[in-house]
C-alpha cells in the first residue's frame, strides 16, 4: 500500500492507475506524472484542474515549450 501524499490515505497503485486510465481512456500515465504518490480521486481531481487550465495536452506531449521568445 502507498499513502497519498494529497489526502494522506492509503490507496493502491495499481487502483489508482486503473482509475486514471478508465478515466482518461489511457491518455495521461498515472506513473509518470504521480510517481505513485496520489491516489485515484486525488489524481482525478488534479488532472482535472490541470485540464481545465489548458495544460494537459503539454503533460500528454511532454512539451514544455512556451514560447517565451514573443515575450521579449
Ligand atoms: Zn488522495
Not at 506513473?31 to 496520489?38: A, H, K, Q, R, S
Not at 488534479?46 to 495544460?55: C, Q
Amino acid at each position: 500500500m502507498a499513502t497519498c501524499i494529497e489526502c494522506n490515505a492509503e490507496f493502491d497503485v495499481d487502483d489508482a492507475r486503473e482509475a486514471v486510465n478508465t478515466e482518461y481512456d489511457g491518455d495521461i500515465d498515472y506513473d509518470e506524472t504521480t510517481e505513485g504518490e496520489l491516489c485515484g480521486d486525488c489524481s482525478i481531481s488534479r488532472f482535472d484542474s490541470e485540464i481545465n487550465v489548458g495544460r494537459a495536452i503539454d503533460m500528454m506531449n511532454g512539451d514544455e515549450d512556451y514560447d517565451d521568445e514573443k515575450y521579449l
